[in-house]
Each structure stands twice: as structure tokens, then as C-alpha cells.
């Protein structure tokens, strides 16, 4: 499962440089594939999206941070559990149940993320 930032966050952006795969952006930031990937050229996310990785992509939030789902893999490869969600201090970094992803399926996510 992907980990989701809800309304609750209070933009401290203490969750956005513990990520390892720079999954994370403030809140009307525009967000790419390669930031924080060795990603280049067209690349297809675990979703399906596919855009070239240097492109920037639209903000999916404009008023708190959020995470791109395709990037995101609960830090499986890196750490124990999701780095975010251990630092959020209101706890909003929750599983987002509309991408439910198991550990292998991170781990390949990961994979794919790092060449």
C-alpha cells in the first residue's frame, strides 16, 4: 500500500526529506519522475502514467504536501517502515487503500525507481 498525506497536515514538511525516492512534494510544487531517481527518458509508473522524467507534472495538491503514489514505496528497500509517517507530528502519512500494494510489488517499484 502507497502511504497518503490527509488535510491534517500542518505543511511542517518534516516528512518531505525523509523520503528516499523524493516521493513527496509541498502542496503546489510541481513534481517530477527523476527528482531523487536515476530515472531518464520515458518512463511508465506502477499506475500506467507514463511521461518523460525530466518533464515537470502538475501539483496533485495546492494547499498541503503530498506524495506521488507511483514514487512512493512505504520505503520498502531502505527502512523498516515508512519514514514519513514516523515523523509526522499529527500523523496524517497514512496507507491510502486506493493503491494497495504489497512488499514485493514496492520492492519492484523501488527497482524500477533506482536502475
Request: glycine share 6%; with cysteine; hydrophobic share 30%.
Amino acid at each position: 500500500m502507497a502511504i497518503k498525506i490527509t488535510d491534517e497536515c500542518i505543511n511542517c514538511g518534516a516528512c518531505e526529506p525523509e523520503c528516499p525516492n523524493n516521493a513527496i512534494y509541498e502542496g503546489g510544487a510541481e513534481w517530477r519522475f527523476s527528482d531523487g531517481t536515476s530515472l531518464k527518458g520515458q518512463f511508465t509508473g506502477f499506475s500506467g502514467f507514463t511521461a518523460d522524467a525530466d518533464a515537470p507534472q502538475e501539483p496533485k495538491e495546492m494547499d498541503v504536501y503530498y506524495i506521488v503514489t507511483d514514487k512512493c514505496t512505504e520505503c520498502v528497500g531502505f527502512h523498516d517502515e515508512p519514514q514519513c509517517a514516523a515523523v509526522c507530528p499529527v500523523d496524517c502519512c497514512v496507507d491510502d487503500e486506493d493503491n494497495p500494494h504489497t512488499e514485493a510489488e514496492n520492492l519492484q517499484k523501488k527497482e524500477s525507481l533506482h536502475l
